[in-house]
């Protein structure tokens, strides 16, 4: 199984800053992975697929980025709303597997 | 607009078995290929298993903790996907989601499977 690898696990940061989450594949994914938002109770939500296409409706404020082995999520300026817990999700095998999660705090 | 609403969740005993449902809308399901995943409570996500449509074969795989007790079903006349979940053991108590890949990827709500006796 692919392992993929979310860094940091923990973050905090205050409204209007800049983040960027770092996810690794244990081996090359080409463009095959997403990025999801979820919070508390709720079913994640999809933000970016394909490794840097944002989902419609999604701000523009995020972005992805990355191919083979190495991607990342970028939020360029935090908003209140996107204190939540992150994951990324490889599909370019079965099965298909997520990070352990990147959860996003507010300083 | 995509739609996935789960249903069927509930507690059940060790040993026991349920089946949980997914009715799609939106999208032509009888072309898509069908995913569980599950999520512990206060832990990550994980994937469960998928069938292809039937005209990529129709197969299932599912995930090594699973396999010989779930099963994964479709009936594309009713645009309903099925998760048997059979043998539970308490590991399995978690919320199950329907997931689907329709140009991006999109989830159902969840329902939540407790297994406790």
């Known amino acids: 199984d692919i392992q993929m690898t979310q860094s940091p696990s923990s973050l905090s940061a205050s409204v209007g800053d800049r983040v960027t989450i770092t996810c690794r594949a244990s081996?090359?994914?080409?463009?095959?992975l997403a990025w999801y938002q979820q919070k508390p109770e709720k079913a994640p939500k999809s933000l970016i697929y394909?490794?840097?296409s944002l989902q419609s409706g999604v701000p523009s404020r995020f972005s992805g980025s990355g191919s083979g082995t190495e991607f990342t999520l970028t939020i360029s300026c935090l908003q209140p709303e996107d204190f939540a817990t992150y994951y990324c999700?490889?599909?370019?095998?079965?099965?298909?597997?997520f990070g352990q999660g990147t959860k996003l705090q507010i300083k | 607009e995509v739609q996935l609403v789960e249903s069927g969740g509930g507690l059940v005993k060790p040993g026991g078995s349920l089946r949980v449902s997914c009715a799609a809308s939106?999208?032509?399901?009888?072309?898509?290929?069908m995913s569980w995943v599950r999520q512990a409570p206060g832990k990550g996500l994980e994937w469960v298993g998928r069938?292809?449509?039937?005209?990529?074969?129709?197969?299932?795989d599912y995930a090594a903790p699973v396999k010989g007790r779930f099963t994964i079903s479709r009936d594309d006349s009713k645009n309903t996907l099925y998760l048997q979940l059979s043998s539970l053991e308490t590991e399995d108590t978690a919320v199950y989601y329907c997931?689907?890949?329709?140009?991006?990827?999109?989830w159902g709500q969840g329902t939540l499977v407790t297994v406790s006796s």
């Open positions: 997931v689907t890949y329709s140009n991006s990827w999109y």
């Open positions: 939106g999208f032509t399901f009888i072309n898509a290929w």
């Open positions: 069938v292809k449509s039937k005209t990529d074969g129709g197969t299932t």
């Open positions: 081996q090359g994914i080409s463009s095959l």
């Open positions: 394909a490794a840097s």
């Open positions: 999700q490889q599909y370019n095998s079965f099965p298909y597997t």
